[in-house]
């Protein structure tokens, strides 16, 4: 859909933090001093993970309402349910100016979450920034997902259990996931079972390999473009 101007949403602020630019739309600067200050502490930790082939820098769009952050993104304000925050790939290397990944933050979802939680979705979606996650649409949404699920949770001190509750539910009712999700299953009405089923499948693989191997995964399947035969 056609995407609005930030500037023509509303008024505009600015914060920048150590590693990160954070911009509000009709949003209090104390707020977006927190999101700057979250920002600056995941990015190292992110980077202790995934080095420093990336930015390691941060921008952060803040808009007030999810009407505002609908019209930024050009997507309806009811596609925007459910996500606490989206990354895109903004511009095109094609047209000789390079890709920068923008973490736009969905406010009122945010705001029902603990500290603790919103650093773990802007470490899942910085994730996204730093592995160029929105570069690579083809990629398979398990792996892509559920490692900045993984990153996201990863020393926050959430028990896996917690983390995975709706895909502990299903199983105990019955409903034991048989393969991996598929991309659909991010989009439909079991998306949370299908990002805690990508969450604890990379678990698995971290507890058997390591994390090194699945960065190596990562790495092989989204960046690299081979598939898992």
Known sequence: GERTALWDLGTLRVVTGTRSLVIGVDTPTSTL????????????????????GWSRYAVVVVPRTVAQLGRALGRSATSL?????????????????????RVWVNTP????????????????????????APEHPDAPLWIVEGVAEWMGYRGSGIPLDVATGDLLDA???????????TDAAFTGAQVDVAYESAHLACVTI??????ADLVKLYRAVVIDGDDLS
């Open 33 to 52: 001093r927190r999101y700057a200050a979250t920002a600056d502490r995941v990015v190292p930790q992110v980077t202790a993970v995934w080095s420093k």
């Open 81 to 101: 349910d459910g996500y606490a925050a989206v990354t895109t790939a903004e511009g095109s290397p094609t047209a000789g100016h390079g890709v920068a990944e």
């Open 109 to 132: 979802a945010m705001a029902e979450l603990s500290a603790l939680g919103r650093q773990v979705v802007l470490r899942h979606e910085m994730t996204h920034v730093a592995t160029s």
């Open 171 to 181: 199983v105990r009712r019955g409903r034991v996931p048989a393969a991996l999700p």
């Open 206 to 211: 971290v507890a058997r390999y390591g994390a």
